[in-house]
């Protein structure tokens, strides 16, 4: 099925209802922002195989593996409705007045209200929890801002399937049209529009470099320049610390090999550089997994651009001096699939070409072999932002290397300690955003209920009788929310 792109037309008329709609709904209680996406959770529940079996068709994504997505996807519209209902991301501060004070101190009360409407661009591996009633869209939603969806065009039948569930969930929970919306667009065009409309107050973006790079400059090149949370691009570096390998060089070949390959290496947490340092247990550690390598089918890739752009980076990546293939499957791949693929390289080659750290977006992993860990340092230095860093190490490693730890950390938005990065658990103490070039703001989190701040600025009210207050900073407390009252966090009922 074909859908055309969206005209400049048709892009102002949904911005301008976007904008009535966002009047009405910012001032929607907690309450009713969190029943309408239960209500999406539950319509996407409805749709029963016939959605599974359509991204199916279009991602080449497993069943088994879009029926879990489904469930996290709707796991993360329930769960960020009760945090939206318990309302701890409003922030509500509240500092009341001293009147003795020289000079008098004000009555102050702050909390987080919603930014505006908000643009949400699918992404492509992930067609239902990042994409049209993704982490982005629930997170917009509970903060009261209306949701423009831009589909993504490698799963634009889902994402249309996806938005008829949200449209009747919002007209069974009698949400005001214009609070969602949904457009395709294939061409950069309709997203430089969307992004330039001077009614649209921030973006959410998951996918390229190039793409959610391309959307922060547009943002910042308007007259007013708005927010753009793009999680982009990342390499996941592991450092394999020679204790850790000594005791467990083919376990954690074994693990690794798992992850590399894990769904076709298409996941932005996908481990693309291994650090170690040589020797005999990192020969190990190399054999093992090159053997295992050696055994994983090459698999489908998401679309024909995907696999294109991998055949592209991994071999312009192997080409480079002083890379070398190390190994790949010993079945042939066919069209449209990637080729699993671990290539090695000296931490001497790597610090001089700094090509060799940009993502390749696929089963592909580079081996940085180093002379000691002091050369290891040296590479951790180098590291450019990620969204996640790992360490594969013993307690005696990490005496020894905690200079390294201290300089991994301030690269990464979660560290790891002996696990793999792969696997995104949706809970408030995830993080998932990085420094850049990972994401474009290192202060949020695109996983996990936190996210629903990105959609948020404070306001302070000084000075405003009771009745005038919005509900989350009333004296008595009528939703019953956790707030911070003259430095005291409390339920309880401000006096006065």
């Known amino acids: 099925m074909e859908y055309k792109d969206a005209t400049t037309e048709e892009i102002e008329l949904i911005i301008q209802q976007s904008w009535a709609a966002f009047e009405v709904y910012r001032n929607f209680s907690l309450q009713q922002r969190a029943a309408f996406m239960r209500a999406i959770a539950d319509e996407l529940d409805k749709t029963g195989d016939a959605l599974l079996e359509a991204a199916a068709a279009e991602t080449h994504l497993p069943l088994p ?3 879990n997505e489904r469930a996290r996807t709707m796991f993360q519209l329930t769960s960020y409705a009760a945090a939206c209902e318990a309302g701890n991301w409003l922030e509500a501060r509240i500092d009341t007045a001293v009147a003795d004070k020289n000079p008098p101190k004000p009555d102050l009360r702050k909390m987080l209200v919603p930014l505006g409407p908000v ?3 699918g992404a492509a591996n992930f067609p239902f929890a990042y994409s049209t009633a993704g982490g982005d869209t629930a997170c917009a939603l509970a903060a009261g801002c209306p949701v423009i969806v831009k589909a993504h065009p490698g799963h634009a039948h ?7 569930a949200i449209t009747r969930a919002a007209r069974a929970t009698g949400i005001p049209d214009g609070v969602f919306a949904h457009i395709h667009g294939a061409s950069f065009e309709v997203g430089k529009a969307l992004i330039e409309h001077p009614l649209i107050r921030a973006a959410g973006f998951t996918g390229s470099f190039a793409g959610g790079k391309q959307l922060f400059d547009w943002a910042n090149q308007r007259k007013e320049p708005i927010p753009v949370f793009a999680e982009m691009s990342s390499v996941n570096p592991v450092y394999l610390l020679p204790g850790k390998l000594k005791e467990a060089a083919e376990e954690t070949a074994r693990l690794y090999a798992g992850s590399i390959t894990l769904g076709v290496g298409q996941f932005c947490t996908n481990p693309g550089i291994l650090v170690a340092v040589e020797g005999e247990a990192l020969d190990r550690f190399k054999n093992v997994l090159t053997e295992e390598i050696k055994k994983t089918a090459p698999g489908d890739m998401l679309n024909i651009g995907i696999f294109k752009n991998y055949v592209e980076k991994r071999a312009n990546a192997l080409a480079q001096e002083g890379v070398e293939m190390t190994a790949v499957p010993e079945a042939d791949p066919q069209l449209e699939q990637g080729l699993p693929t671990i290539a090695t390289t000296t931490a001497a080659v790597f610090l001089e070409n700094p090509l060799l ?20 340092l040296e590479v951790a230095r180098h590291i450019e932002g990620q969204l996640t860093s790992t360490l594969m190490a013993t307690q005696e490693d990490l005496a020894r290397n905690r200079y390294l730890i201290d300089i ?14 792969t696997g995104v658990e949706v809970c408030l103490s995830m993080q998932h955003g990085g420094p850049y070039p990972s994401t474009t703001d290192a202060r949020f989190t695109s996983v996990g209920a936190d996210g629903i701040k990105r959609f948020a600025r404070p306001v302070a009210f000084q000075n405003w009788n009771d009745e005038w207050l919005p ?9 019953d929310i956790w707030r911070t009252v003259n430095d005291e966090l409390t339920k309880q009922p401000v006096n006065g």
Request: glycine residues 6%.
């Open 65 to 67: 593996r879009l029926r």
């Open 158 to 164: 889902t994402s249309q399937l996806v938005a008829d």
């Open 471 to 479: 509900a989350e900073l009333q004296n008595s407390n009528p939703l």
């Open 357 to 376: 750290q940009k993502e390749v977006f696929g089963p592909y992993s580079l081996l940085v072999v180093c002379r000691s860990e002091a050369e290891m």
């Open 408 to 421: 991994v950390k301030n690269q990464c938005g979660r560290l790891i300690l002996n696990g793999v990065p």
């Open 119 to 121: 643009v949400v661009f």
